[in-house]
């Protein structure tokens, strides 16, 4: 069975500081992964994506992502971070053909 | 247009009633999904579909039913409704593997 695991329910910073969210995932060989963040009422974007190659990748607005194998995580940093960046960040992984979600961070951003 | 739409967008109805969400996709994406969205539970897979005629449960099926005849809709119907089913359920559409998935805007479902 694969799953996907954000440890950290909320987390609030200030704007300019730097952002690290938390992704641990189990799945039976390399996973597909993904970012999405969500803004308040609204459906969900993607923000990067990991399948092969270079570990550490870089998406949309600023964020990245670092794949760790050896610690089966993905986590999402940004160096710093604006007040539009607050918002729902879910992890997900692609396998057995289905798309597994984590439970979701939500960030706040205080000025 | 283009893209993944769900119908309708805010939906109330009546403990044991049978009701039907709509997911339509124009990208001919062969993998389909269903979450529920609820406070502290994040995304659950209730339902997936990586092509026509073909269905398999997620996370949380129990109460719910799919059918994928084409490629391009992926209804989801509450066999008889109850308050637990209450939530927000998104529908989803990718080509698989590495690629984005897409989401619909989401329906808002409140069974009294």
């Known amino acids: 069975a694969q799953s996907v695991t954000q440890p950290d329910i909320h987390i609030t910073v200030s704007e300019g500081a730097s952002l690290e969210l938390r992704c641990n995932y189990s799945y039976g060989a390399t996973p597909y992964l993904f970012w999405y963040v969500q803004s308040p009422g609204q459906g969900l974007q993607l923000l990067l994506k990991y399948f092969s190659g270079d570990t550490l990748v870089q998406g949309i607005k600023g964020f990245e992502a670092e794949f760790k194998r050896s610690q089966s995580s993905f986590n999402l940093r940004k160096p710093s971070v604006h007040w539009s960046d607050a918002a729902e960040y879910f992890c997900?992984?692609?396998?057995?053909?289905?798309?597994?979600f984590g439970t979701g961070t939500r960030l706040t951003i205080i000025p | 247009d283009a893209g993944i739409t769900q119908s309708p967008r805010y939906k109330i109805t009546e403990t044991g009633r049978q009701v039907t969400l709509m997911c339509h996709q124009t990208w001919s994406h062969s993998y389909m999904f269903w979450y529920r969205q609820d406070l502290g539970h994040g995304l659950r897979l209730i339902y997936y579909s990586a092509a026509a005629d073909i269905t398999d449960k997620g996370e949380v099926p129990d109460g719910y039913v799919v059918s994928r005849s084409k490629t391009e809709n992926f209804p989801l119907t509450l066999e008889s409704a109850t308050r637990s089913q209450t939530s927000v359920y998104f529908c989803a559409s990718s080509v698989g593997g590495r690629a984005e998935a897409f989401f619909g805007q989401g329906t808002r479902l409140t069974v009294v």
């Open positions: 997900a992984l692609f396998g057995n053909e289905k798309l597994t």
